[in-house]
């Protein structure tokens, strides 16, 4: 089921979400819809509280990214990480390391607004997934912005937190009329 995708200004992308305690039907028909609704929107990941629902839990898919490419080990092994996607991952825990870069973002939730984000290049992530495992990877391109960018929203914290001021004032304009709800 496609589910509607919430925008900048709702209340809900500033929650920070709750640990899921059971992966049961609820959760496993979330996870479907919300991989359901980011390939309708082109995304490369969304998270629980783009489509209202204020939980630790996000689903990314960096395949379609030829320009950007991604690298993901797992152990200390290069892995094929386009047979893993599309990946859910649920109460994630994040380390991030390597070096800073910067390259443009954009979210779902910010229909039209795009910035350079800095972002760390390297990330460990542990995750439960929808049959209960824990799964381990490490990430660096596409896929390590992806799995930073979504794991600050189940944190309720948003791209444009992490813009410096005179960037973030050049799209004040933008951003005032996505919070009006006007585009
Ligand atoms: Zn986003």
């Not at 359901?36 to 209202?52: I, K």
């Not at 825990?93 to 390597?98: D, F, N, P, W």
């Not at 910010?110 to 799964?135: M, Y």
Request: net charge negative.
């Amino acid at each position: 089921m496609i589910l509607e995708i919430v925008e900048y200004g709702h209340p809900t992308l500033r929650q920070k979400g709750t640990d899921v305690r059971e992966i049961n039907e609820e959760i496993r028909n979330l996870a479907e819809s919300m991989i359901e609704t980011m390939h309708d929107a082109d995304g490369v990941g969304l998270a629980a509280q783009q489509v209202n629902v204020a939980k630790r839990l996000f689903v990314l898919d960096v395949r379609q990214s030829e320009n950007r490419p991604s690298t993901m080990w797992e152990e200390g092994k290069e892995v094929d990480f386009d047979a893993r996607m599309p990946m859910v991952l649920i109460n994630p825990e994040i380390t991030i390391s390597g070096d800073w870069e910067i390259e443009e973002e954009g979210c779902l939730s910010f229909p039209g607004i795009g910035a350079d984000v800095r972002r760390r290049g390297r990330v460990k992530v542990r995750a439960t997934n929808l049959e209960g495992q824990t799964i381990s990877f490490e990430a660096s391109g596409l896929l390590a912005r992806a799995v930073q960018h979504e794991f600050d929203h189940v944190n309720g914290i948003l791209f444009i937190d992490r813009l410096d001021s005179s960037k973030k004032a050049s799209l004040a304009g933008k951003l005032k009329r996505l919070r009006a709800g006007k585009k």
